[in-house]
């Protein structure tokens, strides 16, 4: 009879506590790590890592699986990159708690910010949930390929108190404020991480209506996170534009203070501000010198928008003639605009500055950002290969050349714009956001902006690009898995996993880091009422297994559900 459920055998143990790789075995007992170092006994299952590395499975601290997770037993693509716990319920936005009379409200809510079909959200949430409890209930019964957490967003707290009042953005009263506390702690106490808020202005409802939570008094969201505190656990998540980073620090430190909780922020390198998130970076540090927790979850590479015919938007989508073929399938569409004919017609139509701003405002005539991603994406492409620059160097006009990347391979070829982090025209921004003492990796809103954007390949471009490609201040390996593994596990007060260490949780990851390559995205239509969402594979991931049991070989799941809904906080458990 075997001594252990699996043995992982003479990998290269990469153990997610920051220290040198080395040459071990893995063996896990009921979900747990056993032993690591030379096992002497057998395992029911025995893996062959020789020649790959053998790491934690990787903790993503920012989706928007909130939906899916009540529909889908797999959360892909997340799954796909290494990803054994997700935490979803971030930027403050989220189905519980709820009346019914307010559903359609939340569901606007996350079909505007989160960018989510609301036919999908209409046809795949049963609603069986009023209370935090209840959802959390709700997702327990079905079984994943992950393990999932959430946290208790502020809109749908703010909405379950005032109603209509929160939708039109009146100020809280303190009766309704205690209301709200009291709701935190009611969704803390039945398993929420913690509580997350908003305060930026690109989170809209569809028809543009800002998030109920925008403009919040401070006293609001500092009861709230008192209460939170009185808890003795929960963590505190926010988003921010850092128009007057003074004022957003008072508040944010006001808020950590007061509940004691690690408080984390989503920062990034503003194009238009491109020195500020250092200034961000050195108030979070004298801010932890301070003796309070705050930290900074920052993004793998640029982050922007995939443009194409099959995604939400590229750069003719308000043209007259373009509008004309815009009800077709796609591969139709790429058809008709392969006609020399049309192509002359819409070409000639892309004259007016205003056809190139979407209703929501976005210019999509930046050339000069806008690069074809290919095959084998390249996330920091030198400005020479930008639409505008190769348009220049073939002597056309940059319309030209976008028309031909969007008409390849029936319809679809995809531009990548990248809005933030790339001020430069390169990562070293983020290279230094990524070494910086206080931040975590995150922000790939797996689950989210399904029509426009595929991040949630972080990890993956962690390994890739960070590790083993970028041709200059790459990271080291050891760095890279702790950061993705243990530290983003902590941050969200997850000890149990995040490392290959007995008593540990048996997540794991056997990886071809050789081999490893991210492929383009590509558009399904497998969401509910037949929605549309991008998904991008990976290759070099040999085995993922979740609490000791393999979930994908190869990229292919096993058909193995092992995952489930994480409630509160988790300490290490002694070996």
Not at 359 to 368: I, Q, S
Not at 523 to 534: F, H, K, N, Q, W
């Amino acid at each position: 009879m075997s001594e252990y459920d699996l043995v992982v055998r003479s990998g290269t143990v990469v153990d997610g506590s920051g220290g040198e790789p080395f040459r071990a075995d893995v063996a896990v007992v009921g979900g747990r790590v056993a032993e690591v170092g030379r096992v002497r006994g057998t395992g029911a299952r025995e893996v062959d890592a020789e020649g790959a590395v053998v790491a934690p499975g990787f903790v993503d601290i920012h989706t928007h699986y909130d939906g899916q997770a009540a529909w889908d037993s797999t959360l892909q693509p997340s799954s796909w990159h290494g990803v054994t716990t997700v935490v979803g319920g971030n930027c403050g936005v989220g189905f519980a708690p709820v009346k019914p009379e307010d559903r359609d409200q939340l569901i606007a809510l996350m079909e505007g910010v989160e960018d989510i079909p609301g036919t999908a959200l209409h046809e795949g949430l049963s609603w069986d949930w009023e209370t935090f409890g209840d959802y959390l209930d709700a997702l327990e019964r079905r079984p994943r390929d992950l393990d999932y957490a959430t946290q208790v967003p502020h809109a749908a707290l703010r909405i379950f108190a005032m109603g209509r009042r929160a939708v039109a953005r009146e100020a809280a009263t303190r009766e309704e404020i205690a209301q709200m506390a009291r709701l935190a702690v009611e969704s803390i106490a039945a398993g929420a991480l913690g509580f997350t808020t908003s305060r930026t202005l690109n989170h809209k409802t569809k028809t543009g209506v800002l998030t109920p939570v925008y403009g919040s008094a401070d006293e609001e969201l500092v009861e709230i996170s008192r209460a939170v505190g009185g808890t003795g656990t929960g963590v505190l998540q926010l988003i921010t534009d850092f128009d007057d980073v003074a004022e957003d620090f008072a508040l944010m430190r006001q808020m950590a203070k007061v509940s004691g909780r690690p408080l984390s922020v989503s920062v990034f390198q503003n194009p238009v501000h491109p020195g500020r998130f250092r200034e961000i970076l050195a108030e979070i540090t004298a801010a932890n010198a301070a003796g309070l927790e705050i930290r900074a979850q920052v993004g793998a590479r640029g982050m922007g928008i995939l443009l194409g015919l099959q995604c939400t938007l590229h750069p003719f989508t308000t043209n007259r003639v373009w509008r004309t073929i815009a009800h077709l399938p796609v591969a139709e569409q790429a058809a008709r605009m392969a006609d020399p004919r049309m192509r002359a017609a819409i070409l000639a139509a892309q004259t007016d500055e205003k056809d190139t701003i979407t209703p929501g405002g976005l210019r999509t005539d930046r050339y000069d950002a806008m690069h074809e991603l290919g095959p084998v994406p390249d996330y920091e492409p030198p400005r020479a290969m930008s639409l505008r620059a190769r348009a220049e160097r073939e002597h056309r006009t940059p319309e030209e050349v976008a028309y031909d990347v969007l008409v390849k391979d029936e319809g679809r070829g995809i531009i990548y714009q990248p809005f933030t982090n790339y001020a430069e025209g390169n990562l070293d921004a983020v290279r230094e956001m990524l070494g910086h003492p206080h931040t975590v990796p995150g922000l790939g809103d797996g689950g989210a902006h399904v029509g426009s954007i595929c991040d949630s390949s972080f990890p993956s471009t962690l390994l890739q690009h960070w590790v083993r490609e970028r041709p200059h201040g790459r990271l080291a390996l050891p760095f890279v898995v702790q950061r993705q593994s243990r530290d983003t596990a902590r941050a969200v007060g997850l000890r149990d996993r995040g490392e290959l260490k007995p008593g540990f949780k048996a997540d794991l990851n056997v990886i071809d880091l050789d081999r490893m390559r991210t492929h383009r995205p590509e558009m399904v239509y497998d969401l509910p009422g037949g929605g549309r969402r991008l998904l991008q594979r990976v290759e070099g991931y040999r085995h993922t297994f979740v609490s000791g049991v393999e979930t994908y070989r190869e990229g292919e799941p096993t058909g193995a559900l092992p995952g489930r809904v994480v409630r509160g906080a988790r300490s290490a458990r002694p070996a």
